[in-house]
């Protein structure tokens, strides 16, 4: 079965400073892999996935099978970016059940 | 961007009972729905995967004739949690998607048994 750890439950980054959320998997296919995020009082919303190979918000995630990793990371850190930041993945493109990681609250101190 | 409503957003019911939670795309169609539980934190744990017109398949691990789900229309699907005790209390969150890839997020229902 698939499993998804994110090993920090909680972050601490002063604004300015990079941003590494980590993220590992297991699982022997070909998997999708996304980052969510939730902010304060709000709904889980897609951050970005690693097969669009997209920079969202400043944000950027690369895939590495070798590592099994999902690492998201940003250059330089912004207080709105406080938030709980999820990885998620799909067991294969197009396969829409979801696994979650159990999140990491990341807090930007200005 | 897409709109998924949940109803209620807090709802405390007592043990024994029934309790529905509703499930609303707003503004387009959903052919799949999926129903997530989340424990205080703990990920979320996906619990039924409806399409519309067909039954929901169940994760390993729930039981369906505990929690019951419809997807009657391409805009709404229900979970009925029938019998409830104090260990289902919990955060239920659904979500949807219209055919692409991405699933939007309801804000979520926390139900309470007492």
């Known amino acids: 079965a698939q499993r998804v750890t994110q090993p920090e439950k909680l972050l601490s980054v002063f604004k300015g400073a990079p941003v590494e959320l980590k993220c590992n998997y297991s699982?022997?296919?070909?998997?999708?892999l996304f980052w969510y995020v939730q902010y304060s009082r709000q709904r889980l919303q897609l951050l970005l996935r690693?097969?669009s190979r997209e920079s969202i918000k400043g944000f950027t995630a690369d895939l590495n099978k070798g590592e099994t990793s999902f690492h998201l990371k940003k250059p330089f850190a912004q207080e709105e970016d406080s938030a709980m930041y999820y990885c998620a993945l799909a067991r294969n493109f197009g396969n829409e059940k979801l696994t979650f990681g159990t999140g990491t609250r990341l807090t930007i101190i200005p | 961007g897409a709109v998924v409503s949940q109803h209620p957003s807090w709802v405390i019911c007592k043990s024994g009972t029934s309790v529905k939670i509703e499930c609303r795309s707003l503004d387009f169609q959903a052919t799949t729905m999926f129903w997530y539980r989340q424990f205080p934190k703990q990920s979320l744990m996906l619990m039924a995967t409806s399409n519309e017109g067909s039954k929901a398949t169940y994760e390993q691990g729930v039981e369906k004739d505990k929690f019951l789900i419809n997807h009657a229309s391409l805009t709404l699907s229900t979970l009925t949690v029938t019998s409830a005790h104090p260990e289902d209390s919990s955060f239920y969150i659904c979500?949807?998607?219209?055919?692409?890839?991405?699933?939007?997020f309801g804000p979520g229902t926390r139900l309470t048994v007492t």
């Open positions: 979500s949807a998607k219209a055919g692409s890839y991405e699933q939007y």
């Open positions: 699982y022997s296919g070909s998997p999708e």
């Open positions: 690693h097969i």
